[in-house]
């Protein structure tokens, strides 16, 4: 019984009876989750936090709870509970300090999945102390993130580290995001290869790179010596950018900043550097010391040197004037090879 699913009044009821018989079993429950199967009551939903005991592993709110519907008493209860991991998936919410709330000040990790909704006017937070490690947003857009950095502020005791994904609900959304690649490419009839053009991004994507910049020298913890992020990583289908600090040896010293890049195809082999090399160019101004680039070719290889030419001009940018390494890694991808059909008579 270490793990229990609440999904009704039904459900709640019937553990209630249960521990009502037997509190012994309370202790028990190391894993909780919670979510809501097509009812309109969710009244029950503020009972939960007082079936829980007070230390949990992971607890998980998910499918369409609305947080604005809980009690405060069950508000005040969750903030008690030592939760290592809180997990929040498309809940319902009208303003940012109810899924603040929700994240206990002894919570180790969370996982916050934005809802569908694209919330702009959700007030301001400013940074709940908290033990928090390690934190997951999970966005479909690049406008969710930037209007959630302009209200929202984190702060914590510990190094923390930031992630970002961006999460594709449908086949149009993962196809817009693959377009913006295939925007920064035009075809060179000469030579028959995607060369990079160069241009601007759209402006929710510059947008968004402008958030990660400031985000990055955001103070986040009490302690001078790990006052800044440690990592911040941004993934999408196909590639991953990831920022991150070297140990600190001075408490005065913020740490070099490494720049890590890995990709996969996505819509096609140029695409992708396209895009990055203007990302590097937008965050350039971090004063980077080290670029890691992490790049996986499938089917021709190729080795001219034009491929990685839109990354080899973002690198020569005056910004990167700090860069002291500079790290590439190819991994080729085999491919089974067809098989031979041969028939004889």
């Not at 060369?195 to 790179?209: K, R």
């Not at 070719?297 to 004037?321: C, E, I, M, W």
């Amino acid at each position: 019984m270490n793990y229990v699913v609440f999904s009704s009044r039904r459900s709640a009821t019937s553990l209630a009876h249960l521990l009502r018989r037997f509190p012994e079993l309370r202790q028990r429950i190391k894993r909780a989750k919670i979510w809501i199967k097509g009812t309109d009551d969710q009244s029950w939903v503020s009972c939960v936090p007082f079936l829980l005991p007070l230390q949990l592993d992971s607890l998980s709110i998910e499918d369409d709870v609305d947080l604005s519907l809980l009690h405060p008493a069950a508000v005040r209860r969750l903030d008690l509970l030592r939760v290592k991991e809180i997990a929040l998936y498309n809940v319902v919410y009208t303003r940012y300090s109810q899924i603040s709330r929700c994240i206990g000040i002894y919570s180790e990790a969370a996982i916050w999945q934005l809802s569908k909704y694209d919330l702009s006017n959700c007030g301001f937070i400013r940074g709940k102390q908290t033990a928090l490690k390690q934190i997951e947003v999970c966005v479909t857009s690049p406008t969710q993130f930037v209007h959630l950095l302009r209200n929202f502020t984190i702060s914590s005791c510990n190094p923390l580290e930031l992630q970002l994904v961006f999460i594709f609900t449908n086949l149009s959304l993962e196809r817009k995001f693959t377009g913006v690649l295939s925007a920064l490419t035009h075809q060179d009839p000469g030579f028959n290869l995607l060369m990079p053009a160069f241009e601007n991004l759209p402006e929710d994507h510059e947008a968004f790179w402008k958030a990660v910049r400031r985000v990055w020298h955001m103070r986040c913890c009490r302690s001078r010596r790990s006052a800044l992020f440690e990592r911040l990583s941004v993934q999408s289908s196909g590639a991953s950018f990831t920022l991150s600090r070297v140990q600190r040896r001075t408490s005065s010293d913020t740490g070099s900043t490494v720049l890590e890049f890995q990709a996969r195809e996505i819509a096609g082999p140029r695409d992708v550097r396209a895009y990055a090399s203007e990302v590097f160019v937008l965050l350039s101004s971090l004063e980077i010391h080290e670029v890691k680039l992490i790049i996986s070719v499938g089917g021709k290889a190729y080795s001219d040197r034009l491929a990685f030419q839109p990354l080899d001009d973002a690198l020569s940018h005056t910004n990167f004037a700090t860069l002291l390494r500079v790290t590439l890694r190819i991994d080729f991808r085999t491919w089974r090879p067809r098989h031979c059909i041969t028939g004889f008579m």
